[in-house]
């Protein structure tokens, strides 16, 4: 019986593994439909896209844009941004990941153990969150207003929040 609670515990620790496989959406230029993709609209203006796996917060998403938008400004040689237009769609992901293991056994005339394990998917639904904005960057004489952002600013606050993709 020891040998047999062997293979559960390492099929169960297997399936808890595949079901951890969603991951938070790295830093990086959009590749197999997430992470962060810009459109040159006009001189000093672009579309800015993040998109995020069902692993990454809205609020993650969302630094992304701020600092896509801080980066292109402070390349295009200007010192601020404003964000127009900008909105958050969440879209189901997916669900949630459940992992079930048992044992059983049965006797009478015939004796026996018997193994299952399950992975499936749960009720709860996960979100997937995209957020679009048209950056309009701003020369240093520009006004400022509540909804204007200092590019360097932006930079040096978000930078301990993004998540570069890990070296593989």
């Known amino acids: 019986m020891k040998p047999l609670l062997s293979k559960v515990v390492v099929i169960g620790c297997t399936a808890l593994l595949l079901a951890a496989c ?14 962060y993709s810009e459109q040159k609209l006009e001189a000093g203006r672009y579309r800015v896209t993040v998109v995020g796996s069902t692993a990454t917060p809205r609020e993650t998403v969302e630094n992304y844009l701020l ?19 900008q909105h958050t769609d969440a879209e189901p992901g997916g669900s949630g990941s459940g992992v079930s293991v048992g044992v059983g056994g049965f006797g009478g005339v015939s004796r026996g153990v ?10 709860g639904s996960k979100l997937a969150y995209r957020t679009q904005a048209d950056v309009l960057m701003l020369s240093v004489d520009a006004p400022v207003s509540p909804s204007t952002f200092d590019a360097r600013q932006v930079i040096d606050n978000l930078r301990s929040q993004v998540q570069p993709p890990s070296a593989r």
Do not use: C, H, I, N
């Open 114 to 123: 018997g193994l299952g394990v399950g992975v499936g998917t749960g009720s």
């Open 22 to 35: 969603a991951t938070r959406t790295p830093y990086q230029p959009m590749q197999k439909g997430q992470g």
């Open 67 to 85: 600092y896509r938008a801080a980066e292109l400004t402070v390349a295009a040689g200007y010192e601020r941004f404003s964000l127009r237009d």
